[in-house]
């Protein structure tokens, strides 16, 4: 009688807990919706435009000095931003040069040019391009994780957003195809070292069809569902 009891305590437990993610209190669009605004972010491509270096004095990182490096003929990124058509490079002295912005980067440009330096001949602002976004695309199931229904899994899919720098860099893109594989390396530490984005970002870039899975927890608090 008392093992019976017990199960069916269980029983309505567990009951309770399912209903408590997908009575109303946490449905797919509501998930999709807070994850969208806490994981989707932004890969840019950060670029010093102006008159650049190879010897632009120093910086410290660490507690270590190291020579501020802008020369464009070796920063992945400058390579990059050449290639696609957002500046060009033009030399300016021994070991200077000027990078300017054509009319395409102005136009692709995401921020106003920020970081303004001026040290050991070099005058340099950089700017930035966005090259994709992670995007949540669907929410594919929201299960309880807890027997009391205050916490709950919620199984989705995400895509990477590409620009039009992003569609340059994805396997028949007209920029990767112009790097060679050691570019194509520095360029994915470039890209994911400062990111805002919460996922990593291959290259090539993945194609919007590539989706992936993902996973979030949220937990009931007394105003609502929270993600974790």
């Known amino acids: 009688m008392r093992n019976s009891m017990t199960k069916k305590w269980f029983s309505v437990v567990l009951v309770c807990g399912l209903l408590g993610c997908s009575t109303g209190a946490l449905d797919r669009d509501a998930a999709l919706k807070k994850i969208k605004a806490k994981t989707e972010g932004d890969i840019e491509l950060r670029v010093a435009a102006g008159r650049v270096g190879s010897h632009c004095g120093f910086f410290e990182l660490g507690g ?43 136009a692709s ?26 995007q949540a695309v669907e929410v594919r199931g929201v299960a309880a994780a807890t027997n009391d229904g205050t916490m709950c899994e ?12 992003g569609k340059s860099l994805q396997e028949d893109g007209s920029v990767y ?15 994911n070292a400062s990111a805002w984005a919460k996922q990593w970002l291959e290259i090539p870039i993945p194609s919007e069809a590539n989706l992936k899975p993902g996973r979030a927890t949220f937990k009931k608090f007394d105003d609502g569902w929270r993600l974790q």
Not at 111 to 133: D, I, M, P, W
């Open 154 to 165: 919620v199984h989705y899919v995400w895509k990477w957003v590409s620009s039009d720098l």
């Open 109 to 134: 440009m995401t921020h106003e040019s920020f970081g303004h330096t001026v040290s050991a001949g070099c005058n340099y602002q950089y700017v930035k391009f966005l090259v994709a976004r992670d």
């Open 64 to 106: 270590q000095k190291s020579i501020n490096n802008t020369d464009p003929t070796t920063e992945i990124a400058a390579i990059v931003a050449v290639k696609a058509g957002y500046v060009t490079v033009t030399p300016d002295g021994k070991d200077y040069w000027q990078v300017n912005l054509t009319e395409k980067g102005r």
């Open 177 to 191: 195809k112009q790097l060679t594989p050691q570019q194509q390396k520095e360029l994915r530490g470039d890209l």
